[in-house]
């Protein structure tokens, strides 16, 4: 997915078990009425800022071969800190786990995103290069790192609240088409159901969005791909500084050969990359 799903909604009740005069009342309603969900995230967007994440996410494709249904799942299990720019994602340090049913799990590790960047780094990976060296950079080919895309941005948040509804205090959920939730009438066939929790601030404290996309045609190799992200959030407002590692440390990903890249992968690399 594009890493990152989210949205907020919420409103509040007050209820008084006393008669008091009706200028009180209007002063302890203002006092205590919650900040707009929106607002309340665009005054955590700031730099200086940030949040801790723990998400689990999956894929599961289904197809047929030979006239027999199969199916492929892929698991992803991050968590790690979110540091916040102005009105966005501006770096992250994740700890990343990915498994699936088909191939045993593969050793997590740590990744460190700021700008174009990815740094990525555990205990055999860095075993497994040069002397002296710990982290493989890789460079996000497009002006997106994908790896920022962890998080909740003020028009998603806005798009889900026009588009749930309450189904317990402080707990809404919603529905849109796909073409919908991407805002791109060209996304293809599909549905999203999201569902989101708040605490009594209006801030996330969990979003859980599943996506299930169709084939446009009988071409397409797949019967149908489902995604499901479970995001959980704390420490809104914690102070946090990501920094990139020390260029001392780091070797660029062209530059691994091909019996060094083996070995990184095998001690938990991300094959295709960490984008």
Not at 31 to 58: H, M, R, W
Not at 151 to 175: C, H, I, K, R, W
Not at 178 to 190: N, P, V
Request: net charge positive.
């Amino acid at each position: 997915m594009k890493h990152f799903f989210a949205g907020l909604v919420a409103t509040a009740a007050a209820v008084c078990a006393m008669a008091v005069p009706a200028q009180a009342t209007s002063v302890a309603s203002a006092q205590a009425a919650p900040v707009n969900p929106v607002k309340a995230l665009k005054a955590q967007l700031v730099p200086g800022k940030g949040v801790k994440i723990t998400e689990s996410s999956g894929i599961t494709l289904d197809f047929t071969a030979d006239d027999q249904a199969m199916q492929v799942q892929v698991n992803t299990s991050t968590v790690g800190t979110l540091a916040f720019g102005k009105g966005n994602v501006a770096a992250a340090d994740l700890r990343v786990r990915m498994s699936s049913r088909q191939k045993k799990p593969s050793p997590p590790y740590r990744v460190i995103a700021e700008g174009r960047n990815a740094y990525v780094t555990n205990a055999g990976i860095a075993k497994a290069l040069p002397s002296g060296l710990s982290w493989i950079q890789s460079r996000a080919s497009g002006h997106d790192n994908a790896l920022l895309n962890v998080g909740v941005t003020p028009a998603e948040l806005q798009f889900m609240l026009d588009n749930a509804s309450e189904v317990a205090t402080g707990q809404y959920q919603g529905t849109a088409t796909l073409a919908e939730f991407r805002h791109d009438k060209s996304a293809g066939e599909g549905k999203v159901e999201f569902h989101l929790y708040f605490d009594e601030h209006n801030l996330l404290t969990r979003t859980v969005v599943d996506t299930t996309t169709y084939p446009d045609d009988d071409t397409t190799a797949y019967d149908q791909m489902a995604f499901h992200t479970d995001t959980k959030y704390s420490g809104w407002g914690t102070k946090v500084k990501i920094a990139a590692p020390a260029a001392s440390k780091v070797i660029s990903e062209k530059k691994l050969n091909a019996k060094t890249r083996k070995a990184v992968i095998k001690a938990g690399y991300p094959e295709s990359g960490p984008f």
